[in-house]
């Protein structure tokens, strides 16, 4: 993982997710402008995977354990898809909270998985 | 024995809950299946217990959202209270016998690692099927 780009999502997933928990008990449905920061996360998300393929091969190599770290990502990636499912099912407020949970899980789930990429070792 | 009214009980707040134990569930799943392929011998205790607190956190999930019938009512209750019963019983295992039980898992040290949240969940899950009895059985 590459630290700025990990620090810099985390950002936008607590930025995303305390914007989308407010707008919820607002009690403003899921919108355009909350259902897409989350995608703007999942996209991040995605890149975030094609970081973890090439880093191991240009030389930045996990101290921690790939399967662990691999295993929090693909969850990482499922999670903003099935918010968003949600919200497009059940267009209340209490979809937008939830996509604002989701989007704070997501930002704990980054920075584990720098942590596992490297703090741990294996 | 209308279910107009009990359908509408997976509204509101309730549905945060069950999407915050979706999301445990899957955090417990996940990481006590790289424990037990990883590193079983390390803590066979500590791991079966963090692969069974996974399967509960499943269970719950989907009894919260099928809890308007009955018979899932009850097994919300009990798989939560089940979970109540965990957090506290490890947490406080995990703290007197570090070596058995002082490793990461969704209980250990009170669920600390997960912000505590295991063991306000319960208390939280709890109070709302408390709340939302299926129509019927106790109306």
Redesign the interface.
Known sequence: MILWFTITQIAVACAAGLFCIVAGLAGRRPSDWTVGSLLLVELLLIAQVIVAIIAPLAGNPPTGDLLEFWVYLVSAVLLPIGGTAWALLDRTRWSTVILGVIGLSLAIMLWRMQAIWTLQVA | MSHTVSRARM???G??LV??Y??MA??ST??S??QI??RFDEAPLAYSLSALAAAVYILATLALVLAHRRGWYTVAWVAIAFELTGVIVVGALSLLTPVLFGHDSVWSYFGMGY?FIPLVLPVFGLWWLRTHRPQGESA
């Open positions: 509204t509101g707040i549905r945060v999407i915050v979706a999301v899957l955090a996940g990481r299946f790289v392929l990883r912000l």
